[in-house]
């Protein structure tokens, strides 16, 4: 093995211990997020049938689940190749031309996922620069979107990483992880 085999395989090694850090954070933060937003909109449905009042805060903290929950939610979706996928023209196609798609496909897709996370986060900066709040939380609304960003940057990296396992590996890959034929295995 020469040495920039030994290298290559190295640094895609510590690129698959990073990624598998940030799988366990996304299925984390899904997890709690999801469970909380469950156990908030119980605890306000009592709330209300028992005191008549609803907890003020509950609705925007709801919203934040839901901004976590979903932008941590396309990262994963995108690691383990979860994604829409509108495959009648794409399966039709020869092994060599689906390889070439798929490359294809996933660095664009990179590409507009970065370029989101870079305007979402000029639009956290500019409402950074008007000191918005929530009106019941009084959390700085810019808190809550850094999600946005983080999110679609996450997502641009895994379809970046898919095109370079695309471009590595002889088999067609829909995520670093998840084969083409494996995919339609779980699907038949």
Not at 10 to 30: C, P, Y
Not at 56 to 70: G, K, P, Q, R
């Amino acid at each position: 093995m020469s040495t920039s085999d030994r290298t290559r395989g190295g640094f895609f090694r510590i690129l698959e211990s990073i990624d598998g850090l940030i799988s366990k954070m996304e299925e984390l933060i899904m997890a709690v997020g999801v469970i909380l937003m469950a156990v908030n909109t119980i605890t306000n449905v009592i709330s209300r049938f028992i005191f008549n009042h609803s907890i003020i805060f509950a609705e925007e903290l709801n919203s934040i689940f839901i901004l976590l929950v979903t932008f941590a939610g396309i990262g994963y979706a995108a690691r383990h190749g979860r994604h829409i996928r509108m495959s009648a023209f794409y399966d039709a196609l020869p092994d060599r031309l689906r390889k070439l798609m798929m490359i294809l496909i996933t660095f664009v897709t990179a590409l507009f996922m970065l370029a989101l996370a870079y305007y979402s986060a000029r639009y956290i900066m500019s409402i950074y620069s008007k000191g918005r709040i929530m009106p019941a939380l009084g959390v700085p609304v810019f808190a809550v979107y850094l999600w946005v960003p983080v999110g679609f940057f996450v997502t641009g990296i895994q379809y970046a990483l898919t095109a370079i396992k695309n471009l590595t590996e002889k088999e067609i890959y829909l995520s670093t992880n998840l084969h083409e034929r494996e995919a339609h295995e779980v699907e038949v």
